[in-house]
Nanobody, 124 residues
Framework: EVQLQASGGGLVQAGGSLRLSCAASGFSLDDYSIGWFRQAPGKEREGVSCISSADGRIYYADSVKGRFTISSDNAKNTVYLQMNSLKPEDTAVYYC?????????????????WGEGTQVTVSS
């Protein structure tokens, strides 16, 4: 059974940092592209970052480029999202997803498997 367990959310002041973790089970990180989406109240879900299982290319949304870094630890079967220089507009529920579209470092979408969200709140 595929499971994704996200953790690491919290309340932080603007300019601060958080690191989200997504522990995957039931599959290997080599099997599926994996990444993070977020959804703020009243807004559509947004793809934040992903790692392609095909070629390792990484996608970042323009809104987080230069501030967020996605990484993976295959030994732990865990994906991380290091979020620096956080802004109030980064406030959202962050979801880990796997078996998604993550192409050429420029396209992200879909998502067949989803974890529970973790709340990130950035105060001004």
């Amino acid at each position: 059974e595929v499971q994704l367990q996200a953790s690491g959310g919290g309340l932080v002041q603007a300019g601060g940092s958080l690191r989200l973790s997504c522990a995957a089970s039931g599959f290997s990180l080599d099997d599926y592209s994996i990444g993070w989406f977020r959804q703020a109240p009243g807004k559509e879900r947004e793809g934040v970052s992903c790692i392609s299982s095909a070629d390792g290319r990484i996608y970042y949304a323009d809104s987080v480029k230069g501030r967020f870094t996605i990484s993976s630890d295959n030994a732990k079967n865990t994906v991380y999202l290091q979020m620096n220089s956080l802004k109030p507009e980064d406030t959202a529920v962050y979801y880990c997803a796997a078996d998604l579209i993550c192409l050429f470092g420029t396209v992200m979408g879909g998502g067949h498997y989803w974890g529970e969200g973790t709340q990130v709140t950035v105060s001004s």
